[in-house]
């Protein structure tokens, strides 16, 4: 605040910047004000019940979330165990293995992963994904179905479909955010590792390690991608609430049920619970957040 | 500290500035009059040409629809965004009462909705009685080869696989007529899971919209599915016969949707489900679409443009139903019709 200004030119510049900034802030506040004031007959009713409800019948007006916050947090976290190894070596081979010539194309084929529009993904989930994952579900063993994980009928739609989806889509982000991770790198670091006789792999490790706060949160980027992905997983994903381990079984998320039943639905209550939805998708997301900065910052001392 | 305070009046300032409210009575440009409406997805397809056709005869009258689903049509009717709304379930005594005015229902075309599935070795046309499809849809009959499914389909060769069940998972009139049906023939199926646009499905995967279920059904050997007899025709997609109410399994068509309306004991209010109706030959899922208008609005130019728009569409109109795959309304409603817009316009 006490910074003296060369000019009025700089002194305007600070003023129309920080009011931008603080118009971002102004719009996260107003999401959550309007979102809370638009569900709050659901949060009347319901109460703290409405987080670990498990029925949702709109017939008889009684919501509860707790199978769609599973959903949609297990989905995420499937689809991240899923693509981080994949993200992270595609980003470790364009940055460091790769010759030269292929750099240039492999970058640019995994970044057009990123613009694919979500319902072209939903669509090649429904006519090629869904399909597939059937023949898989019909070829494992009758022992196996013993196991939670892997119960229920060989449909196709279900967790498992989503889960692939999902991480096909967050691939391209983690992996170009921890590529540029990487490019910072400085050089002396891997220099310094060869001139010790590091071996290529205990160089790269190094140079993963300098980089670890900015590939965590190209990892919790991706995270968020996930969480919130609506299209894709809803066309896959099977739209049943309920509270299963099973990668085969149908399950549903939270952006999913919002998408699929606003249009349709008249009555206040039902309104109010949607919403409501939506409210706590913002505070998961928002948690999910501050969780990474922690993980970051902790990094960054230890 | 001062210029912190400034950045943020700014900030407000700025989010102050909020682009006018936008209404559906917008003031129309002069000699030409603009009518908003919005309401169901279903109807879209005749509505629009219904607009069309209806603007070529009134080059000064265009009338916009918006096909935002049953649920957002009464939603904006009732706050007055918008002229007419438009539905493919009845407005409920609780929604008619939160709307600031009384409003009108009238039946437009009807509509109707097939049980589909993917049963393969199985090439003759399967039936199901309504208990049996409530059955399926409850998760009580699990197997194609289910004594209640075979009694119902002599001579068919049944296999022993798991029926996979597949419903809507979006909002949607279809799901409300077919809920509506099941929970007419079948106590449990009503006190389990009832009708609604939405209900928490007993058994079986969810699927976006006719062409996702269509869509799963058709990949799924073993499944069931229910999609609008439109969408069924339009993608020559078979579908099972029906067991009405008179105990005949009828096969639905436009003329079996519309026998459905032809012998129903009409309301003055015109909110009527025409599920599980009398009559040989009537389809036993079928339903009206209707348009909502209110009684008395103050805006007296455009009701009586509606109210025209109205007889044009039960007169003339009808004929374009049966070419789009709607089925026309039975002559005996389209005169209740009439003698209430004539009620209306006077």
Same mark, same amino acid.
């Given at each position: 605040?006490?910074?003296?200004? @060369?000019?009025?030119?700089?002194?305007?510049?600070? +003023?129309?910047?920080?009011?931008?900034?603080?118009?971002?802030?102004?719009?996260?506040?107003?999401?959550?004000?309007?979102?809370?004031?638009?569900?709050?007959?659901?949060?009347? @009713?319901?109460?703290?019940?409405?987080?670990?409800?498990?029925?949702?019948?709109?017939?008889?007006?009684?919501?509860?979330?707790?199978?769609?916050?599973?959903?949609?947090?297990?989905?995420?976290?499937?689809?991240?165990?899923?693509?981080?190894?994949?993200?992270?070596?595609?980003?470790?081979?364009?940055?460091?293995?790769?010759?030269?010539?292929?750099?240039?194309?492999?970058?640019?084929?995994?970044?057009?992963?990123?613009?694919?529009?979500?319902?072209?993904?939903?669509?090649?989930?429904?006519?090629?994904?869904?399909?597939?994952?059937?023949?898989?579900?019909?070829?494992?063993?009758?022992?196996?179905? @013993?196991?939670?994980?892997? @119960?229920?009928?060989?449909?196709?739609?279900?967790?498992l479909a989503a889960a692939l989806i999902l991480a096909v889509m967050v691939i391209p982000l983690t992996s170009s955010v921890a590529r540029e991770v990487l490019k910072n790198v400085p050089s002396t670091q891997r220099e310094a590792a060869y001139a010790l006789g590091a071996t290529r792999w205990e160089a790269i490790r190094i140079a993963l390690g300098f980089g670890r706060t900015g590939i965590i949160g190209a990892i919790m980027l991706g995270f968020g991608r996930a969480l919130g992905e609506t299209m894709a997983v809803t066309m896959v994903i099977g739209n049943n609430p309920q509270l299963s381990a099973s990668l085969f079984?149908?399950?549903?998320?939270?952006?999913?049920?919002?998408?699929?039943?606003?249009?349709?639905?008249?009555?206040?209550?039902?309104?109010?619970?949607?919403?409501?939805?939506?409210?706590?998708?913002?505070? +998961?997301? +928002?948690?999910?957040?501050?969780?990474?900065?922690?993980?970051?910052?902790?990094?960054?001392?230890? | =500290?001062?210029?912190?305070?400034?950045?943020?009046?700014?900030?407000?300032?700025?989010?102050?500035?909020?682009?006018?409210?936008?209404?559906?009575?917008?003031?129309?440009?002069?000699?030409?009059?603009?009518?908003?409406?919005?309401?169901?997805?279903?109807?879209?397809?005749?509505?629009?040409?219904?607009?069309?056709?209806?603007?070529?005869?009134?080059?000064?009258?265009?009338?916009?629809?918006?096909?935002?689903?049953?649920?957002?049509?009464?939603?904006?009717?009732?706050?007055?965004?918008?002229?007419?709304?438009?539905?493919?379930?009845?407005?409920?005594?609780?929604?008619?009462?939160?709307?600031?005015?009384?409003?009108?229902?009238?039946?437009?075309?009807?509509?109707?909705?097939?049980?589909?599935?993917?049963?393969?070795?199985?090439?003759?046309?399967?039936?199901?009685?309504?208990?049996?499809?409530?059955?399926?849809?409850?998760?009580?009959?699990?197997?194609?080869?289910?004594?209640?499914?075979?009694?119902?389909?002599?001579?068919?060769?049944?296999?022993?696989?798991?029926?996979?069940?597949?419903?809507?998972?979006?909002?949607?009139?279809?799901?409300?007529?077919?809920?509506?049906?099941?929970?007419?023939?079948?106590?449990?199926?009503?006190?389990?899971?009832?009708?609604?646009?939405?209900?928490?499905?007993?058994?079986?995967?969810?699927?976006?919209?006719?062409? #996702?279920?269509?869509?799963?059904?058709?990949?799924?050997?073993?499944?069931?599915?229910?999609?609008?007899?439109?969408?069924?025709?339009?993608?020559?997609?078979?579908?099972?016969?029906? &067991?009405?109410?008179?105990?005949?399994?009828?096969?639905?068509?436009?003329?079996?949707?519309?026998?459905?309306?032809?012998?129903?004991? =009409?309301?003055?209010?015109?909110?009527?489900?025409?599920?599980?109706?009398? #009559?040989?030959?009537?389809?036993?899922?079928?339903?009206?679409?209707?348009?909502?208008?209110? &009684?008395?609005?103050?805006?007296?130019?455009?009701?009586?443009?509606?109210?025209?728009?109205?007889?044009?569409?039960?007169?003339?109109?009808?004929?374009?139903?049966?070419?789009?795959?709607?089925?026309?309304?039975?002559?005996?409603?389209?005169?209740?019709? =009439?003698?209430?817009?004539?009620?209306l316009a006077s």
């Amino acid at each position: 605040m006490n910074t003296t200004f @060369k000019s009025r030119d700089d002194r305007g510049f600070r +003023i129309g910047t920080g009011a931008i900034a603080a118009l971002v802030l102004l719009v996260v506040l107003g999401i959550g004000f309007e979102l809370t004031r638009q569900s709050l007959l659901s949060i009347a @009713k319901f109460g703290f019940g409405f987080w670990k409800g498990t029925t949702w019948d709109p017939v008889s007006g009684e919501f509860g979330a707790l199978p769609f916050i599973w959903g949609t947090l297990y989905s995420a976290l499937l689809a991240l165990l899923l693509s981080t190894p994949i993200a992270i070596g595609i980003a470790v081979f364009i940055s460091e293995l790769s010759p030269r010539a292929l750099r240039q194309p492999l970058t640019y084929l995994t970044e057009l992963l990123a613009a694919i529009p979500s319902i072209v993904y939903g669509l090649w989930g429904v006519f090629v994904l869904v399909p597939a994952v059937r023949k898989l579900e019909l070829m494992t063993p009758e022992s196996w179905k @013993k196991i939670p994980l892997f @119960k229920g009928p060989p449909l196709g739609v279900g967790m498992l479909a989503a889960a692939l989806i999902l991480a096909v889509m967050v691939i391209p982000l983690t992996s170009s955010v921890a590529r540029e991770v990487l490019k910072n790198v400085p050089s002396t670091q891997r220099e310094a590792a060869y001139a010790l006789g590091a071996t290529r792999w205990e160089a790269i490790r190094i140079a993963l390690g300098f980089g670890r706060t900015g590939i965590i949160g190209a990892i919790m980027l991706g995270f968020g991608r996930a969480l919130g992905e609506t299209m894709a997983v809803t066309m896959v994903i099977g739209n049943n609430p309920q509270l299963s381990a099973s990668l085969f079984a149908p399950q549903y998320t939270m952006a999913a049920v919002i998408a699929n039943e606003f249009s349709e639905a008249a009555d206040e209550l039902y309104l109010h619970a949607l919403i409501e939805i939506g409210l706590l998708l913002f505070i +998961i997301t +928002i948690i999910v957040n501050l969780i990474s900065r922690v993980m970051v910052r902790s990094r960054r001392t230890a | =500290m001062k210029k912190l305070m400034t950045c943020i009046a700014m900030a407000i300032a700025i989010s102050a500035c909020k682009p006018a409210e936008t209404t559906g009575t917008a003031p129309a440009a002069a000699a030409s009059i603009q009518i908003n409406g919005a309401g169901a997805t279903f109807p879209y397809p005749i509505y629009s040409k219904w607009f069309e056709e209806y603007g070529k005869t009134h080059p000064n009258v265009k009338i916009n629809y918006q096909s935002i689903g049953s649920g957002g049509g009464i939603k904006q009717l009732t706050a007055q965004t918008v002229f007419f709304g438009a539905t493919d379930g009845p407005m409920s005594d609780e929604q008619l009462k939160s709307a600031p005015g009384p409003i009108l229902h009238f039946p437009t075309v009807l509509g109707g909705v097939v049980p589909i599935y993917n049963l393969p070795g199985v090439t003759s046309q399967l039936r199901f009685s309504g208990p049996v499809l409530a059955g399926i849809y409850l998760g009580q009959i699990t197997k194609w080869n289910d004594a209640r499914i075979a009694k119902e389909n002599p001579g068919v060769n049944l296999p022993a696989t798991d029926i996979a069940v597949v419903h809507r998972s979006d909002g949607s009139g279809t799901t409300y007529i077919f809920c509506d049906f099941l929970s007419k023939v079948s106590p449990e199926y009503k006190s389990k899971v009832g009708v609604n646009t939405s209900v928490s499905w007993p058994a079986g995967v969810g699927a976006k919209g006719n062409e #996702g279920v269509s869509g799963l059904v058709q990949q799924t050997p073993g499944a069931i599915g229910y999609v609008e007899l439109i969408f069924a025709l339009q993608n020559k997609i078979p579908f099972a016969a029906v &067991q009405n109410k008179a105990g005949a399994f009828v096969t639905a068509s436009l003329e079996s949707v519309t026998a459905a309306a032809a012998n129903v004991k =009409m309301p003055d209010d015109f909110r009527i489900s025409i599920t599980n109706a009398e #009559g040989n030959d009537a389809y036993p899922i079928a339903s009206f679409t209707w348009m909502l208008l209110y &009684q008395n609005p103050q805006d007296t130019e455009r009701a009586k443009i509606m109210a025209d728009f109205l007889k044009w569409a039960l007169s003339d109109g009808q004929k374009d139903a049966a070419a789009l795959h709607y089925a026309p309304l039975p002559k005996s409603v389209i005169d209740l019709e =009439m003698a209430a817009l004539a009620r209306l316009a006077s």
